[in-house]
């Protein structure tokens, strides 16, 4: 009775320890993504045409989604790892270099795309994209748009 008794207390300490130590890494991981929430920008991608209204807007650690231009927007969860990827597409881009980027398409004009641009606030100065065809960034910001996309499109 004492043997089960003793393995018992043994298995429930190490249990235990496993169980604290994880509580203790996570804690480490929410305090390292929150300080990339912090330094992460305001970030707005809107897109439109005749019929269809798309904003994002991605501020303090809310991610806003608007499908229409007079709707209220949904607030979606953002994950430690859609911060993570947020913050390290927003980091391979200059934002100064955002004004001088050309559209790679021009099915805009015609109504074959929607109008769309990126805006990034940071540090009390906004910079913003041309307007560009939305599914056909310029690739200088192709992959922090599309890290933006995939997190709304999985949010759906």
Do not use: W
Not at 9 to 24: D, M, Q, S
Not at 70 to 84: G, R
Not at 106 to 124: N, Q
């Amino acid at each position: 009775m004492k043997t089960i008794t003793y393995l018992a207390i043994l298995l429930f300490t190490i249990t235990g320890c496993k169980c604290h130590k994880t509580t203790i890494e996570n804690a480490g991981t929410t305090a390292e993504t929150m300080k990339l929430q912090q330094n992460l920008p305001e970030l707005v991608y809107e897109s439109l045409t005749r019929g269809f209204y798309q904003k994002i807007t991605i501020e303090q650690g809310k991610f806003l989604v608007q499908d229409a231009s007079d709707a209220k927007p949904k607030e979606v969860a953002l994950t430690d790892t859609d911060i993570e990827a947020l913050y390290k597409a927003y980091a391979a881009i200059d934002v100064k270099q955002l004004s001088a980027l050309k559209a790679p398409t021009e099915k805009r004009f015609y109504d074959g795309a929607p109008i769309t641009y990126l805006a990034i606030t940071s540090g009390g100065e906004e910079y913003k994209t041309p307007d560009f065809d939305g599914g056909y960034p310029p690739a200088y910001i192709e992959n922090l748009v599309n890290t933006i996309l995939k997190i709304e499109a999985k949010k759906q």
